[in-house]
């Protein structure tokens, strides 16, 4: 079954501080990726996605993601955070031409100290 | 995009008792999902939701246990029946957004069993 790993749970960084949150999935196929957020109080949105072309992927406020096949990686990545980042972020895979439910990750909560 | 209304945000219910939380989503779509979101773990597909047919479970859910309404193409309810206190979680309902793995969810109803 397909699975989505995301190996920091809490993070905890200071504005300015640069991010990269890891995520792996499991499937030999071709797949589609998503960040999806979750701002305190707020539902879940998604900051950007990856179907395919260019693996480096821009999505709001700055976030990039980089596609890597050959680790089965997507990490999220912003070069200076703002304390208006706090959030829950997880990442999300479905196989392509699937059924359009993605699968996933148990989430990252990250907390950004101004 | 689509904005999605769930009832009750929060409740507290006793050990035994059932609850049925409802989606109103302000346009028609084919499809509705019904997630799970326990402490510290990953969201968790329950069930797709079909309007004029039975919801579709995935593995480890029964319609017993969650049975799912979907009278019209805006509307679906979820029962959480006969509840433990294993049952408290954050019970999301999401639509897609017609690209795959583009999901719209809304805010959540978070469930305490006592």
């Known amino acids: 079954a397909q699975s989505v790993s995301q190996h920091n749970h809490h993070v905890i960084l200071s504005e300015a501080a640069s991010l990269e949150l890891g995520c792996n999935y499991s499937?030999?196929?071709?797949?589609?990726l998503f960040w999806y957020v979750q701002y305190p109080g707020q539902h879940l949105q998604l900051l950007l996605k990856y179907f395919s072309g260019d693996p480096l992927v821009k999505g709001i406020k700055g976030f990039e993601a980089e596609f890597i096949k050959s680790k089965f990686s997507f990490n999220l990545r912003k070069p200076s955070v703002q304390w208006s980042d706090t959030a829950e972020y997880f990442c999300a895979a479905e196989p392509s031409g699937g059924s359009y439910i993605p699968t996933f990750g148990r989430g990252t909560s990250l907390i950004v100290h101004p | 995009s689509a904005v999605i209304s769930q009832k009750p945000s929060r409740d507290i219910c006793q050990r035994g008792t059932s609850l049925t939380i409802q989606c109103q989503v302000d346009s028609q779509v084919t499809m509705m999902f019904w997630y799970r979101q326990q402490p510290g773990q990953s969201l968790t597909l329950i069930a797709t939701a079909n309007q004029g047919s039975e919801a579709t479970y995935e593995s480890g859910f029964v319609i017993d246990k969650f049975p799912i309404s979907r009278p019209n193409l805006t509307f679906s309810t979820l029962t959480v029946s006969n509840m433990s206190p294993e049952d408290s979680s954050i019970y999301l309902c999401?639509?897609?957004?017609?690209?795959?793995?583009?999901?719209?969810f809304g805010e959540g109803s978070r469930l305490t069993v006592l």
């Open positions: 999401s639509v897609g957004g017609g690209r795959a793995g583009e999901l719209f």
């Open positions: 499937y030999g196929g071709t797949v589609n």
